[in-house]
Nanobody
Framework: QVQLGESGGGLVQAGGSLRLSCAASGRTFSSYAMGWFRQAPGKAREFVAAISWSWSGIMTHYADSVKGRFTISRDNAKNTVYLQMNSLKPEDTAVYYC??????????????????WGQGTLVTVSS
């Protein structure tokens, strides 16, 4: 079972950038699809980005609200997935969660029983 821990959250002004990191335990990191979700105060959790990996290549997907501003990447040698967030907006304020699952479409759907969830890291964007 993989365990996840996020870091990199904080307070940033609108238009600024942050990079979130999610470190995973375990020796099978490369077999997991990885993703980021967020939950703003009073709102439901929403999908942000996902990345898969296989010997044939990498696949990524983004929520429409972050396309062109956020980039998800992974370093299998470091068991880490990243979320580079640029041109941040106040509406990006949320707790950001890292997640992992062995099935990419389950991860993208954000089902509650994914293989692993992180504890979350708070991102606050001031106007």
């Amino acid at each position: 079972q993989v365990q996840l821990g996020e870091s990199g959250g904080g307070l940033v002004q609108a238009g600024g950038s942050l990079r979130l990191s999610c470190a995973a335990s375990g020796r099978t990191f490369s077999s997991y699809a990885m993703g980021w979700f967020r939950q703003a105060p009073g709102k439901a959790r929403e999908f942000v980005a996902a990345i898969s990996w296989s010997w044939s290549g990498i696949m990524t997907h983004y929520a429409d609200s972050v396309k062109g501003r956020f980039t998800i990447s992974r370093d299998n040698a470091k068991n880490t997935v990243y979320l580079q967030m640029n041109s941040l907006k106040p509406e990006d304020t949320a707790v950001y969660y890292c997640a992992a699952d062995g099935v990419y479409h389950r991860l993208r759907a954000g089902v509650d029983d994914l293989d692993a969830w992180g504890q979350g890291t708070l991102v606050t964007v001031s106007s």
